[in-house]
């Protein structure tokens, strides 16, 4: 056995303590130590590479994907008031259907309600205002007809439901009167 003290030169320590080992190696040497050791350093980081390139190449291929789709509603067209017609016009022959599929067994009712100036002009044939119209029961083809405003009116013009409502009554009450059931 050889004695501890004359195999280390004489400023090695051996001990270490922070300060001792910092006022005795500079950066130069720590970059000299690097350098000594580049080979070995070159050689751990080849192999460590190889073997995780070598471990994810084995590994199966997992894909993975996701997708949203957004549809917005497509915005409706504005349209002038004037171009919207539920009525069907001066066709009295849709008016004359009506009238007989409301004649028929199954589908009897005991009054007929004419919806706006359009409709009541051409099934009395007269060119009088609803307002003039309402409140009263004519008949067309023996059936008894109760005029009041058009929804569309009703509306623009808010002051007038009340009326209509009164128009319904008396239609109502029509059918009552003459013996048919009214279903609420």
Same mark, same amino acid.
């Given at each position: 056995?050889? &004695?501890?003290?004359? #195999?280390? &030169?004489?400023?090695?320590?051996?001990?270490? #303590? #922070?300060?001792?080992?910092?006022?005795?190696?500079? =950066?130069?040497?720590?970059?000299?130590?690097?350098?000594?050791?580049?080979?070995?350093?070159?050689?751990?980081?080849?192999?460590?590479?190889?073997?995780?390139?070598? /471990?994810?190449?084995?590994?199966?291929?997992? /894909?993975?994907?996701?997708? *949203?789709?957004?549809?917005?509603?497509?915005?409706?067209?504005?349209?002038?008031?004037?171009?919207?017609?539920?009525?069907?016009?001066?066709?009295?022959?849709?008016?004359?259907?009506?009238?007989?599929?409301?004649?028929?067994?199954?589908?009897?009712?005991?009054?007929?309600?004419?919806?706006?100036?359009?409709?009541?002009?051409?099934?009395?044939?007269? #060119?009088?205002?609803?307002?003039?119209?309402?409140?009263?029961? $004519?008949?067309?083809?023996?059936?008894?007809?109760?005029?009041?405003? $058009?929804?569309?009116?009703?509306?623009?013009?808010?002051?007038?439901?009340?009326?209509?409502? *009164?128009?319904?009554?008396?239609?109502?009450?029509? =059918? *009552?009167?003459?013996?048919?059931?009214?279903?609420?």
């Amino acid at each position: 056995m050889r &004695p501890a003290g004359n #195999d280390y &030169p004489p400023s090695y320590s051996s001990y270490y #303590d #922070d300060e001792s080992f910092a006022n005795k190696r500079s =950066i130069r040497q720590y970059i000299n130590i690097v350098y000594k050791r580049l080979p070995i350093i070159l050689a751990i980081a080849v192999i460590v590479t190889a073997a995780v390139s070598f /471990y994810s190449f084995r590994q199966p291929s997992i /894909y993975q994907a996701s997708t *949203e789709l957004i549809i917005e509603p497509r915005k409706p067209q504005v349209t002038q008031k004037e171009a919207i017609n539920i009525n069907f016009g001066n066709d009295s022959n849709y008016y004359n259907t009506q009238l007989q599929l409301l004649q028929n067994a199954d589908l009897m009712k005991k009054v007929v309600v004419a919806l706006g100036k359009t409709a009541a002009s051409l099934l009395l044939a007269t #060119d009088a205002s609803v307002a003039g119209l309402r409140g009263r029961v $004519h008949r067309y083809r023996d059936v008894p007809l109760v005029v009041t405003y $058009h929804p569309a009116y009703l509306l623009r013009s808010l002051s007038d439901k009340a009326k209509t409502w *009164e128009d319904l009554v008396l239609a109502r009450a029509t =059918i *009552e009167r003459s013996g048919g059931e009214v279903s609420s």
